[in-house]
Nanobody
Framework: QVQLVESGGGLVQPEGSLRLSCETS????????MGWYRQAPGKQRELVAT???????DYADSVRGRFSISRDNAKNTGYLQMNNLKPEDTAVYYCNLRFGTTRQYDYWGQGTQVTVSS
């Protein structure tokens, strides 16, 4: 059974930093992409950042230059380093993992709350 468990969320003041972690386990092979998404109250879930198996990264315009996505294959864990946080970054952050070959699988974590407020 594949599991994704996020951690690292919390309350932080504006201009502060947090690092989210996404620990994966289970029968995972041929990872295609890991991504971080977020959903604020009353809004649709949006893409924040992605990293491919080749370590190519991409970011939403709203976080580019402030957030950094990475992955430690030895620890089966992905990270989202968030710097210079703004109140508009407040949301539940979800980790997504896509893997497989001829058949592809898409899994989500349960989410971790990030609140940016003074």
């Amino acid at each position: 059974q594949v599991q994704l468990v996020e951690s690292g969320g919390g309350l932080v003041q504006p201009e502060g930093s947090l690092r989210l972690s996404c620990e994966t386990s289970g029968n995972i092979y041929n990872i295609l992409m890991m991504g971080w998404y977020r959903q604020a109250p009353g809004k649709q879930r949006e893409l924040v950042a992605t990293i491919t198996s080749d370590s190519d990264t991409d970011y939403a315009d709203s976080v580019r230059g402030r957030f950094s996505i990475s992955r430690d294959n030895a620890k089966n864990t992905g990270y989202l380093q968030m710097n210079n946080l703004k109140p508009e970054d407040t949301a539940v952050y979800y980790c997504n993992l896509r893997f497989g070959t001829t058949r592809q699988y898409d899994y989500w974590g349960q989410g971790t709350q990030v609140t940016v407020s003074s």
